[in-house]
């Protein structure tokens, strides 16, 4: 099950520089603002959406309010920064649905959420003219999603299981994501380590370790610094 985080902006006339671990989709509202990424300008205004790639600096001003509704999730790609302009208002409607989802939490709420976000993906990637992933990739995105918590899990067995030389699959998977399934695996399990590591103290580095997949809790040190920059408990330190 992939993580989501969504947010309905209340009427503000600027957000702060920031940056996240995931793309962000930003549906502008109403108002107009412009819009600082790494080294570009953008000036959104009403009806337009806003692709920000990860860990990509950013931050908004406006001489009016203006309101905006973001959704950042797990295994979401795009090729690149990009902003359309959207008059159909069904992706808005689907992410509207989403984030009341996310707030309410009733029932079997992030099932719903998941397939909801994976429909937004899909229409965005139709809409800028990106084609989705083949069936193939889509199955073990989806095994890794589910599975990804397990230090047991096997995604060499995972690829068996479509038909495809794994080799092949291997090099038609990162034409695809950018990424081996493996990298692919890892990113994931860093990221939602990240999240457990800023936003809860209580659980201890090797539990978070173990619920993320990592089976060692000294490899998973080691591998988070080699992508992070610094051990898990400095992250946390920094972020909580």
């Known amino acids: 099950m992939r993580n989501i985080w969504c947010k309905l902006s209340v009427p503000i006339k600027q957000y702060n520089l920031h940056s996240h671990a995931e793309w962000e989709i930003v549906c502008q509202l109403n108002g107009e603002v412009l819009t600082y990424i790494d080294d570009k300008t953008i000036t959104l205004k009403q009806g337009d959406i806003l692709l920000i790639p990860p860990h990509a600096k950013h931050k908004g001003v406006s001489k009016t309010e203006f309101r905006d509704l973001s959704l950042r999730t797990d295994g979401m790609e795009f090729s690149k920064l990009c902003v359309f302009h959207y008059t159909r208002g069904d992706i808005i409607t ?25 429909s937004v993906i899909k229409m965005i990637k ?7 992933d083949s069936p193939a990739i889509e199955l073990i995105k989806k095994d890794i999603f589910e599975n990804y918590g397990d230090p047991n899990y096997c995604i060499t067995e995972s690829i068996a299981k479509t038909g495809f030389d794994k080799d092949y699959f291997r090099r038609c998977f990162k034409d695809a994501t950018g990424k081996t399934p493996t990298q692919y695996l890892t990113e994931l399990r860093i990221n939602r380590a990240k999240q457990l590591l800023s936003d809860n103290k209580i659980f201890s580095v090797s539990s978070i370790a173990e619920s993320c997949g990592f089976a060692d809790s000294l490899y998973f040190s080691t591998c988070f610094k080699k992508h992070v920059g610094m051990s898990p408990l400095n992250y946390r330190k920094k972020h909580l």
Request: net charge negative.
């Open 94 to 118: 689907l992410i509207y649905m989403i984030h009341r989802l996310m707030t309410e939490k009733q029932g079997d709420y992030t099932t719903v959420a998941d397939s909801l976000a994976e």
């Open 126 to 132: 139709y809409e800028i003219g990106v084609a989705t």
